[in-house]
């Protein structure tokens, strides 16, 4: 019982132009795409998506990866993962550079300014973005660079000036967000029941309806769900079996509208309740 996933045009149609010009090695087009909204509306999961519709290999790096106790090797990942990027699309296998979390360790940052790894991962991609085929004595081609965040005011300014990094912030429609959550939900609700959980959950993220898809097939297998929880030492001999079981009633056992968006009221409820701080403050 897989979701479909479903990327909005508008979207696609930015990455498939900065794929297309950079690609071309058209010289004005910036290098860099940043795609910037609140978390949870689905850049980093969409871009990847769409990259691998179109057959485009991923150099992928995360904040994690941009973390080190040595000096300057995040600079120097950078560019080597951009080499090798470039030598993959040199040889005929279309290749972008996606960076996760951009603005978590390349912003600007009370305790990240003043370090030598910040300061050579930005001057890495300022670097590549104002110099994209071009690296010592080395031609390169030209990589189309894509980044994801929350926030692009915490971006380096230089960098994310024209010419650089092309901004594009991703806050979904209402109609784009009808449409991703028909399909996530698709199958196990109908358009008046998706009308209904979208308006009890107006502040939900994307994000938040695949994990309530989880919880509506978790409530029409209830009843399997709890004869199995008293006897798992079978369910764990034969969990094929078991699954079967647990799907057919997932499957047979549909929720009204009524029942979704209670159950859609609840973990959105939940969800904003496991945000909260229960410490209490330190005196």
């Not at 990327?7 to 090695?25: C, G, K, Q, T, Y």
């Not at 798992?232 to 009524?258: F, I």
């Amino acid at each position: 019982m897989t979701a479909t996933i479903h990327i909005p045009e508008r979207f696609s149609a930015a990455v498939d132009e900065h794929l297309v010009l950079n690609m071309a090695a058209v010289e004005d087009w910036p290098l860099i795409l940043g795609i910037f909204g609140r978390p949870g509306d689905g850049k980093s999961f969409q871009a990847r998506t769409h990259l691998d519709n179109r057959g485009v290999r991923i150099m992928s790096i995360n904040a994690a990866d941009l973390e080190s106790d040595r000096a300057g090797q995040p600079g120097k990942m950078v560019l080597a993962a951009y080499r090798e990027a470039s030598e993959r699309t040199a040889s005929g296998r279309p290749t972008a550079l996606l960076v996760d979390d951009f603005d978590t360790t390349v912003g600007e940052w009370a305790h990240s300014t003043s370090t030598v790894n910040h300061q050579q991962v930005l001057a890495q991609l300022m670097h590549l973005a104002d110099s994209p085929t071009r690296v010592g004595d080395d031609e390169l081609r030209r990589v189309p660079v894509i980044v994801t965040g929350n926030d692009l005011t915490k971006i380096y300014p230089p960098l994310r000036r024209p010419g650089r990094l092309r901004p594009f912030t991703w806050i979904p429609t209402d109609d784009e967000r009808y449409q991703t959550v028909a399909a996530i939900l698709g199958g196990i609700a109908n358009d008046e029941g998706l009308q209904k959980v979208l308006a009890a959950c107006t502040d939900a993220p994307i994000s938040f309806f695949a994990d309530l898809r989880t919880a509506i097939l978790a409530k029409r297998g209830e009843t399997s769900i709890k004869d199995f929880a008293t006897k798992l030492p079978d369910l764990v001999k034969d969990p094929d079996r078991h699954r079967r079981v647990l799907e057919a009633q997932m499957r047979s056992s549909p929720l009204s509208s009524t029942q979704l968006t209670e159950l859609a009221t609840t973990e959105w409820g939940l969800r904003q309740d496991a945000d909260v701080s229960h410490l209490k403050d330190e005196q």
